[in-house]
């Protein structure tokens, strides 16, 4: 059966980004994957703090709720992360995730010393951002594809939508809701095909 790792990186429940997510959640729950959701504001998780405990295993040495997040994405198919737009990058909830991951860039390039290989596992991203800035999410998708690649997955599709700023704002526009769903189901289909 195939599993997906969902994280909700919005400090808000009741989001934009965290409404498209539960759509695509419950995409892929029809498809028949097994998802596991995170809720990242209801963790525990300090930021990197730098002291490379991790080079001697590739283990974070900061003990909290990162583990049990790194475990079930490691143990996951395939990841759906949504994050809304801050000053053109991801929330801080998302961007602590991120950082604690270099954990995982120090086992992958410095323990491992991993060359470039096909990757095996697929992620969808999702965010939304309040402006109609041009390169509103240039930053963020570079940020995002080098995330995956650390993870072992390919940043298989984004969905990405631009002017919606106050909770809520996306029910005003069901067709975004119905294209988070389609690609819920669309991604248990191309992970399964792999």
């Known amino acids: 059966m195939t599993t997906i790792t969902a994280i909700y990186g919005s400090p808000r429940r009741k989001g934009n980004t ?6 695509a959640v419950e995409g892929a729950k029809q498809a028949g994957a ?53 000053f053109y990058s991801v929330s801080a909830h998302t961007k602590i995730l991120m950082d604690r991951c270099q954990s995982l860039w120090v086992k992958k390039y410095w323990i491992d010393k991993v060359s470039s290989q096909p990757f095996k596992r697929k992620g969808l991203f999702i965010s939304v951002g309040a402006t109609k800035g041009k390169k509103l999410f240039d930053g963020v998708l570079l940020a995002i594809r080098y995330f995956f690649d650390v993870l072992d997955m390919e940043l298989w599709k984004s969905l990405l939508y631009r002017n919606f700023d106050f909770e809520g704002d996306i029910l005003k526009s069901p067709e975004c809701l119905e294209e988070a769903f389609a690609a819920g189901k669309e991604l248990v289909a191309a992970l399964e095909s792999r």
């Open 34 to 86: 097994t998802v596991h959701e995170f809720v990242l504001r209801d963790l525990k998780m300090s930021p990197c703090l730098e002291i490379y405990g991790c080079k001697k295993d590739g283990n974070c040495a900061i003990a909290d709720d990162f583990q049990k997040i790194r475990d079930a994405i490691l143990a996951s198919d395939g990841l759906m992360l949504a994050s809304p737009i801050f």
């Open 18 to 23: 965290a409404l498209l997510l539960r759509q």
